[in-house]
């Protein structure tokens, strides 16, 4: 019973975890062809009061275009804005994507109550009040994955992306 109820609050604390947005932002939506788009990170809440986020090669697992089922990798330069470019050198619609390896985060107690309270998680503040765990400091493992969609200037078909 005991391991079923752990199991169950990690659950909850790895997926309710101080969740921010983070979405991927291209320079351009619409480029035309033979254009570099610089590629941006970006996280924050509720899309507002954005924090661009520098490329750190320790965190990504991919970054890559996907362009007519073909994987390309996104350079950048690692602690450095944007957090990458790609060159257009063809028509069509492109997927941008992004995921991240594990991170591992802690809050003290006191922060970890209040992100607790404000997501509305009252019943595991009170969970482990009961157990005596409401001085001890929260911890999350998070991953960030994100993607957007372009199409360069002149594409005349969305034939495989209706439902993306």
Same mark, same amino acid.
């Given at each position: 019973m005991r391991q079923k109820f752990l199991l169950v609050l990690l659950f909850l604390l790895f997926n309710f975890s101080y969740a921010h947005e983070f979405w991927v932002e291209p320079s351009l939506y619409y480029p035309p062809i033979n254009t570099r788009v610089d590629v941006r990170l970006w996280i924050g809440n509720n899309f507002s009061g954005k924090v661009m986020? %520098?490329?750190?090669p320790f965190h990504i697992q991919d970054f890559i275009l996907i362009n007519d089922g073909n994987v390309h990798k996104i350079e950048g330069i690692a602690?450095?804005?944007p957090s990458g470019w790609i060159d257009i050198g063809k028509y069509g619609?492109?997927?941008i994507a992004y995921n991240s390896n594990s991170t591992l985060s802690?809050?003290? %107690?006191?922060?970890?109550e209040q992100y607790l309270q404000s997501e509305g998680?009252?019943?595991i503040i009170r969970i482990r009040a009961e157990k005596g765990e409401s001085k001890q400091s929260g911890r999350e493992m998070y991953y960030r994955c994100a993607k957007s969609i372009i199409?360069?200037?002149g594409?005349?078909?969305?034939?495989?992306y209706e439902q993306v």
């Open positions: 986020y %520098a490329r750190n602690g450095e804005y619609i492109m997927i802690q809050l003290n %107690a006191e922060k970890f998680l009252e019943e199409a360069t200037q594409t005349t078909t969305t034939k495989g």
